[in-house]
């Protein structure tokens, strides 16, 4: 049974560091694409960045880019999101999502097929 448990979410002050970690279990990574997404209370579900778990090749959001690192661990079957220079609006519930059948990098929510419960981040000013 595929599963993705989202962890390390909190309460960061703006300008810190938080790292998120979406441990994979029921499948091996290394042969799909996983996704972080975001949401914040009423706004649309956002692709932040994925990770191509073959070769670690990724995409990000330019809301992120340049503050946000995707990596993985295949042997832990785990994939981080480290996250820096966090700014309010990047307070939401993270999620991540893996995607099957095809490993080009999407950041289109609908491209993802199974997806964790999400783990909160509250950026305070």
């Known amino acids: 049974q595929v599963q993705l448990v989202e962890s390390g979410g909190d309460t960061v002050q703006s300008g810190g560091s938080l790292r998120l970690s979406c441990a994979a279990s029921?499948?091996?990574?290394?042969?799909?694409?996983i996704g972080w997404f975001r949401q914040a209370p009423g706004k649309e579900r956002e692709g932040v960045g994925c990770?191509?778990?073959?070769?670690?090749?990724?995409i990000y959001a330019s809301s992120v880019k340049g503050r946000f690192t995707i990596s993985r661990v295949n042997a832990k079957n785990t994939v981080y999101l480290q996250m820096n220079s966090l700014k309010p609006e990047d307070a939401a519930t993270y999620y991540c999502?893996?995607?099957?059948?095809?490993?080009?990098?999407?950041?289109?929510?609908?491209?993802?097929?199974?997806w964790g419960q999400g783990t909160t981040v509250t950026v305070s000013s």
């Open positions: 990770i191509k778990t073959s070769d670690g090749s990724t």
């Open positions: 029921g499948f091996t990574l290394g042969l799909n694409v």
């Open positions: 999502a893996t995607r099957w059948g095809n490993t080009d990098l999407s950041l289109s929510q609908y491209e993802y097929d199974d």
